[in-house]
């Protein structure tokens, strides 16, 4: 290899990484800046239970302002109707971003149910701390204790969001295999599923933690699928529901996607 090459190279991967860097670091900007000014706000209606209506409210409207503020907004197809609360919402998780964007799809007051990392944020902690329901998937015991908080949820009429990949995958937007609680949830409860899919927070907001993974503003696209109903169903049908679900996500990711699917 020439020397002039050589030099060339890492000229041209910082040409392409540097809108990468600038945009998280923009995106960066914006959240901490617009979460500290908001924590008062959100910690005097998170004090109160009877205040988590208006909390989730505030929540929709910060999604929105990040949603342009940050230059990703979201196209919304929805192909039904939201059934009546409660349900489950089981949607696919490529990016941090999923969690800002389920507040622009979601119109409808629910609880998160997100991993137990996210208690050790700074400010962003308060909404897990008791409003939405942080769940540990390494301890057996903590993590069936956030789906009887969530069932609880349910029994009072508030739909509950759940990521069934459990995390985000490193080969996305292919899938990580479904974990069972969403749905065990659903059938022991006997409400609907809504499948949410998102399109393109993969590719427009990568791993935050290494600068100069994927992130570019752009349109980020969501699809609502019809409600799966639960009712007549039993812990025998758990599996069949899983792939029910699991393909309905799946089906618009193989089609924008077709190059990923065997990688």
């Known amino acids: 290899m020439a020397d002039g090459e050589r030099l060339r190279r890492p000229a041209a991967i910082w040409l392409f990484a540097l809108p990468r860097l600038l945009f998280k670091l923009w995106f960066a900007l914006v959240f901490m800046l617009s979460m500290v000014l908001l924590y008062a706000p959100f910690r005097v209606l998170l004090h109160k239970r009877s205040r988590y209506p208006a909390a989730f409210r505030l929540m929709q409207a910060w999604a929105r302002f990040l949603s342009w503020a940050c230059l990703v907004p979201i196209r919304v197809r929805r192909e039904g109707p939201l059934p009546p609360p409660p349900y489950v919402i089981c949607l696919n998780h490529g990016s941090y971003l999923d969690i800002v964007h389920a507040f622009?799809?979601?119109?409808?007051?629910?609880?998160?149910?997100?991993?137990?990392?996210?208690?050790?944020?700074?400010?962003?902690?308060?909404?897990?701390?008791?409003?939405?329901?942080?769940?540990n998937r390494n301890n057996h015991m903590a993590a069936s204790r956030a789906l009887v908080k969530a069932g609880k949820a349910i029994d009072n009429g508030v739909p509950v969001s759940i990521f069934p990949e459990g995390?985000?995958?490193?080969?996305?937007?292919?899938?990580?295999?479904?974990?069972?609680?969403?749905?065990?949830?659903?059938?022991?409860?006997?409400?609907?599923?809504?499948?949410v899919t998102f399109l393109d927070n993969w590719r427009l907001f990568g791993d935050p933690e290494v600068l100069l993974s994927r992130g570019r503003p752009g349109i980020a696209r969501a699809v609502v699928h019809p409600a799966i109903p639960t009712t007549g169903l039993g812990p025998e049908d758990v599996d069949n529901l899983r792939l029910r679900v699991r393909e309905a996500i799946e089906a618009p990711l193989r089609l924008e996607y077709p190059a990923h699917e065997d990688r």
Do not use: C, S
């Open 167 to 195: 995390t985000i995958p490193r080969h996305a937007p292919r899938m990580r295999p479904f974990k069972d609680g969403a749905f065990r949830l659903a059938i022991d409860k006997q409400v609907p599923i809504v499948p």
């Open 104 to 135: 622009n799809v979601l119109p409808e007051y629910f609880l998160f149910m997100g991993k137990h990392e996210l208690l050790r944020w700074p400010l962003f902690r308060i909404f897990f701390k008791d409003m939405h329901i942080a769940v």
